[in-house]
C-alpha cells in the first residue's frame, strides 16, 4: 500500500510539473501584438526605456520621467495601489537597483520608479514594472 501510495504521489508531482512547463513555455512564445503587453496574470505593467518611453504596456496611461526617477501612471481603475503587490526589474545595468513606491504620484494613481547604480547614485535606466 505504501509504494501504490507513494507512487500516486509521485505521478501526480511530474505531471503537475509538465503542466507548468506547458504553462510556463506557452506565456515565454505568445509575441505581444502592437504596443500591448500580454500579461494575464498582471493587473498593469510595462517595459520603460531609459528615457521614459512605454515599449509595451497593459493597463498603463503614461510615464514621466526626471532623471533617474520615473512616474508610472495607472489607468486601470480597478487597482488599488494601497493593496497591490508592486515589483520592477533593472532590464540593461547589472548591478543597478530600483527604489518602488506605490501610489506615491499622478494623484495616487501612480508608482514613483527610482534607479541607481551600483554605488546608489541616480542612474537613468530601461525597466519592467508590474503590479500583481
Not at 42 to 69: N, R, W
Not at 72 to 77: F, G, M, R, S, Y
Not at 98 to 118: D, E, F, M, W
Amino acid at each position: 500500500m505504501f509504494k501504490s501510495k507513494r507512487a500516486r504521489v509521485m505521478a501526480l508531482a511530474g505531471a503537475g510539473l509538465v503542466t507548468a512547463a506547458t504553462v510556463a513555455a506557452g506565456v515565454a512564445i505568445a509575441a505581444p501584438g502592437g504596443g500591448s503587453s500580454q500579461a494575464p496574470y498582471v493587473q498593469a505593467g510595462a517595459l520603460v526605456e531609459a528615457d521614459g518611453t512605454v515599449v509595451h504596456s497593459k493597463g498603463v496611461a503614461s510615464v514621466t520621467a526626471s532623471g533617474h526617477v520615473y512616474c508610472v501612471e495607472i489607468n486601470n481603475p480597478d487597482v488599488d495601489l494601497s493593496r497591490a503587490i508592486v515589483t520592477a526589474t533593472p532590464r540593461n545595468t547589472p548591478g543597478s537597483t530600483l527604489r518602488v513606491i506605490p501610489g506615491n504620484c499622478a494623484g495616487g494613481k501612480g508608482i514613483t520608479v527610482g534607479s541607481y547604480n551600483p554605488d546608489g547614485n541616480g542612474l537613468a535606466n530601461s525597466f519592467y514594472v508590474a503590479v500583481h
